[in-house]
């Protein structure tokens, strides 16, 4: 049998995925389905996604966990979302203003 060296406080970590990686492509995944929740909604799921995602880079470098992709991923999901989100945002702002001079006749010619 034999033993592995260790330093004092730290674990071997062969072959796992790091927690934080599946956390953060499961909320980059779910944030699509998470406008339904009231308070939470799609970008505060997506940006614990990207949150997650960087911590979880951050802890793979340190450790040598495996979920690089998983982590990367889930960022990507993340960051994705949120452009989506502020892109859906920019278009309704931009319509309620064509609208509302479309319906109410204000314009620049009009004094």
């Known amino acids: 049998m034999t033993s592995v060296p260790t330093t ?4 071997p970590v ?4 790091n927690t934080l990686a599946v956390v953060s492509l499961v ?13 939470a909604g799609g970008f505060t799921v997506a940006l614990v996604a990207v949150i ?3 911590m979880a880079r951050n802890q793979i470098k340190k450790t040598g966990e495996g979920g690089m992709g998983l ?4 960022m990507i999901i993340g960051i994705v979302h949120m452009a989506l989100i ?26």
Do not use: D, E, R
């Open 27 to 39: 909320a980059g995944i779910g944030s699509f389905f998470a406008h339904v929740i009231p308070g």
């Open 71 to 74: 982590a990367t991923a889930g």
């Open 52 to 54: 997650t995602g960087y």
């Open 86 to 111: 502020a892109l859906v945002v920019l278009l309704l702002i931009v319509a309620i203003f064509v609208l509302g001079i479309t319906f109410f006749g204000y314009s620049a010619t009009q004094h």
């Open 8 to 11: 004092p406080g730290v674990v």
């Open 14 to 17: 062969q072959g796992q995925t």
